[in-house]
T-cell receptor
């Protein structure tokens, strides 16, 4: 299957700082990527749809000023968690479609805010 | 609205078949998916079915779709210890771009007993 990578895989930061997470499609181009959040023992919740060349679309209840998304190229989307707080600690996963049907997920980034 | 439901736990004996069930509410779903997540890892796309199909088989995996009842199941034949994981049912909804937004169920934790 297609490969989606994320970097970093794990990050620990202090409260009040910002953290950037990268999502890359390695062997295909993706005009659209998705960002999800997963709390322990819970399902994935879609946060936003990242669109190359235009603004991201955020799901209801997700603060766009807190979770900044930039889809810089056809293979890269970034999620920046600004002014992180302990409640932002979570597992963040991105995904992208090499074709209409198939959506592949990155390995996830575990964010811990202390 | 968009809702995908699954039972939370399933325990089967090694060598038996596992059947994981899922119901969804949105009749406009285009594709339905099964993803596997092992502890601390991202999501692995196991299989998917187009909404106008009834069944899809891929080696040990059989997906059955009852569109009238909005019911999806995943059967794993000859379940092995390596099949222990959380299995997420998901539906894709028509989008405005080349990719669709995916809504996940809560996940079913499959455990295998000797």
């Amino acid at each position: 299957g297609a490969v989606v990578s994320q970097h970093p895989s794990r990050v620990i930061c202090k409260s009040g700082t910002s953290v950037k997470i990268e999502c890359r499609s390695l062997d295909f181009q993706a005009t659209t990527m998705f960002w999800y959040r997963q709390f322990p023992k819970q399902s994935l919740m879609l946060m936003a749809t990242s669109n190359e060349g235009s603004k991201a679309t955020y799901e209801q209840g997700v603060e766009k000023d807190k979770f900044l998304i930039n889809h810089a190229s056809l293979t890269l989307s970034t999620l920046t968690v600004t002014s992180a707080h302990p409640e932002d600690s979570s597992f963040y996963i991105c995904s992208a479609n090499p074709s209409w049907a198939e959506q592949y997920f990155g390995p996830g980034t575990r964010l811990t805010v202390t | 609205g968009e809702d995908v439901e699954q039972s939370l736990f399933l325990s089967v004996r090694e060598g038996d078949s596992s059947v994981i069930n899922c119901t969804y509410t949105d009749s406009s779903s285009t594709y339905l998916y099964w993803y596997k997540q092992e502890p601390g890892a991202g999501l692995q796309l196991l299989t998917y079915i187009f909404s106008n199909m009834d069944m899809k088989q891929d080696q040990r995996l059989t997906v059955l779709l009852n569109k009238k009842d909005k019911h999806l199941s995943l059967r794993i034949a000859d379940t092995q210890t390596g099949d222990s994981a959380i299995y997420f049912c998901a539906e894709s909804l028509p989008g405005y771009s080349s990719a669709s937004k995916i809504i996940f169920g809560s996940g079913t934790r499959l455990s295998i007993r000797p």
